[in-house]
């Protein structure tokens, strides 16, 4: 009697064979009709990807770095980033007149820092000068969470000015 039914595996079996099929389909370049699925060229000839090169994202777009913008819908928009993609930070640089507020750049090393806007342990990237011009360009080079933020006014704007987001660059797989 080793195929007894039991009805506690059951449905733990269906929930194992729905969540495969669906990983299974979840290729966005799966078309039914024109792949042939055969040793030759199991999955596909062409990843997506093969011909992909590093792009250059201005944080915040023609918003630039400010307080007051929410960074995290931005970064959540312009997905996916990749391994060697840029972010470019522009920010006005401080002046005399004292019209604007100053930012700068920190990397957090961990969720709990960025989430509780925790500068202890963060790296301070750029300074408030750096963001001037040009501004200030950071290279996605490992495949691993990189948390950012704005240190300024003790962390203020990281707290309540939504001068936080976080990105997760992808691999680019060469078949």
């Known amino acids: 009697m080793a195929f007894a039914y039991n009805a506690q595996a059951f449905p733990l079996l269906a929930l194992l064979f729905s969540s495969m099929f669906a990983i299974g389909l979840a290729n966005y370049d799966f078309n ?30 023609s918003e630039n770095w400010h307080y007051g913008f929410n960074y995290m819908d931005w970064a959540r928009n312009n997905t996916p980033f990749f391994v060697n993609d840029t972010l470019v930070f522009k920010y006005d640089p401080p002046n005399a007149n004292a019209t604007g507020f100053p930012h700068s750049v920190y990397l957090f090393p961990n969720y709990w820092s960025f989430i509780k806007c925790d500068f202890r342990k963060a ?18 080079k490992k495949m691993q969470t990189y948390y950012f933020a704005c240190g300024e006014h003790k962390g203020i704007h990281c707290k309540t000015g939504n001068m936080k987001f976080a990105v997760m660059p992808l691999k680019h797989w060469r078949f």
Not at 42 to 60: D, M, Q
Not at 123 to 134: F, L, N, Y
């Open 32 to 61: 039914w009709g024109s792949r042939t699925w055969n040793k030759t060229n199991f999955p596909y000839t062409h990843p997506p990807n093969a011909t992909h090169t590093s792009n250059r994202f201005i944080v915040g777009g």
């Open 123 to 140: 790296k301070r990237i750029a300074d408030p000068s750096e963001g001037a011009g040009e501004g200030f360009e950071f290279v996605l």
